[in-house]
C-alpha cells in the first residue's frame, strides 16, 4: 500500500521561506512523477508543482514560479517544496500526490493517484 507523507508546513510571514516534504513508502518512487497541489478555505485544489522521474523535468503554476522550487530525492523516496517570499495569498494546505501515468499533463489533479492528507502552510502580512 503507497503512503503520502507531507511534513513542514507551519505559519510564517510575508517574505519568509518555508520549505515543506512529502515522502512515500509502499511503491517504487522512481515510478512516480511527483506534484504539489493546494487549496485554500472556499477554494479548489490547485496545481503549485510537478517534476519528473529523475528530475530532470519541472512544472510550475505561473504564480509561484521564481519563488518556489521543487526538487526530489529518489535514494530518499522524498520530495521537497521550497518556498521563497512567501505571500499571503500563498495560505492554504499543501497536498504532496503522485503520479503513474506519466509527464504530459502533470498539472491535472485527476492523474494523480496517491494523495497525502496535507499540511497547512499559513503566511500572514
Known amino acids: 500500500q503507497v503512503q503520502v507523507v507531507e511534513s513542514g508546513g507551519g505559519l510564517v510571514q510575508a517574505g519568509d521561506s518555508l520549505r515543506v516534504s512529502c515522502v512515500v513508502s509502499?511503491?517504487?518512487?522512481?515510478?512516480?512523477?511527483m506534484g504539489w497541489f493546494r487549496q485554500a478555505p472556499g477554494e479548489g485544489r490547485d496545481f503549485v508543482a510537478a517534476?519528473?522521474?529523475?528530475?530532470?523535468?519541472?512544472d510550475y503554476n505561473y504564480a509561484v514560479k521564481g519563488r518556489f522550487t521543487i526538487f526530489r530525492d529518489n535514494a530518499k523516496n522524498t520530495v521537497h517544496l521550497q518556498m521563497n517570499r512567501l505571500k499571503p495569498e500563498d495560505t492554504a494546505v499543501y497536498y504532496c500526490?503522485?503520479?503513474?501515468?506519466?509527464?504530459?499533463?502533470?498539472?491535472?489533479?485527476?492523474?494523480?493517484?496517491?494523495w497525502g492528507q496535507g499540511t497547512q502552510v499559513t503566511v500572514s502580512s
Open positions: 517534476i519528473s522521474w529523475e528530475g530532470g523535468g519541472k
Open positions: 509502499g511503491g517504487v518512487f522512481t515510478n512516480y512523477v
Open positions: 500526490a503522485a503520479n503513474l501515468k506519466g509527464w504530459g499533463r502533470q498539472d491535472a489533479s485527476s492523474e494523480y493517484t496517491y
